[in-house]
């Protein structure tokens, strides 16, 4: 079910121009009320040209 919801934003911010997809996993070990332990991942979705076309405002 997450793949099909992921593929799905994926494809619709691609067609919207988004070129890249950033996610922040934390997680502790203990509770921290500053979850320290973290990590950013990055996903290129798209082509980084030299200049880039303005992002699509999808409204439908």
């Known amino acids: 079910m997450g793949?099909?919801?992921?593929g799905s934003l994926?494809?619709?911010l691609k067609d919207?121009?988004?070129l890249?997809?950033?996610?922040?996993?934390a997680y502790t070990e203990t509770e921290d009320e500053y979850l320290t332990?973290?990590?950013?991942?990055?996903?290129?979705i798209g082509e980084h040209k030299q200049v880039q076309p303005p992002v699509k405002?999808?409204?439908?």
Do not use: F, H, P, S
């Not at 793949?3 to 992921?6: A, V």
């Not at 405002?57 to 439908?60: G, I, K, L, P, S």
């Open 3 to 6: 793949r099909k919801l992921y």
């Open 10 to 12: 994926e494809k619709r």
């Open 57 to 60: 405002n999808d409204q439908t």
């Open 37 to 44: 332990k973290m990590i950013w991942m990055e996903k290129v």
């Open 20 to 25: 890249n997809l950033y996610a922040c996993i």
């Open 16 to 18: 919207m121009g988004i």
